[in-house]
């Protein structure tokens, strides 16, 4: 996904119980960017447009600087959750 308001992105599998897995993508916005989430969605194509996508100021990363995706994907289920008990989750805010 190529947008001016994001400096990364990172997609990946998040479990599903109708569909098995879907897709979620982390961002990170560029420096006083405020993207908006549903903007996002509305700019990809529908084909290969996550069906979530959760803002944070960075992504996880190890000691050596590889993004630890079982944490992205644990974000994205929480929030998923969240939303569907009705919790506000920080993402909400952005």
Do not use: F
């Not at 969605?41 to 084909?47: D, E």
């Not at 974000?75 to 920080?90: I, Q």
């Amino acid at each position: 996904m190529h947008h001016q308001n994001i400096a990364d992105a990172v997609v990946v599998r998040v479990p599903d119980a109708t569909w098995g897995q879907r897709i979620g993508a982390v961002i990170v916005p560029r420096p006083a960017a405020h993207p908006d989430p549903r903007e996002l969605q509305a700019h990809g194509r529908a084909s290969r447009t996550p069906d979530r996508i959760t803002v944070l100021p960075e992504q996880p990363r190890t000691p050596v600087g590889e993004i630890v995706r079982r944490d992205l994907t644990a974000r994205l289920v929480h929030d998923r959750e969240a939303h569907s008990t009705g919790m506000k989750t920080p993402a909400d805010s952005s």
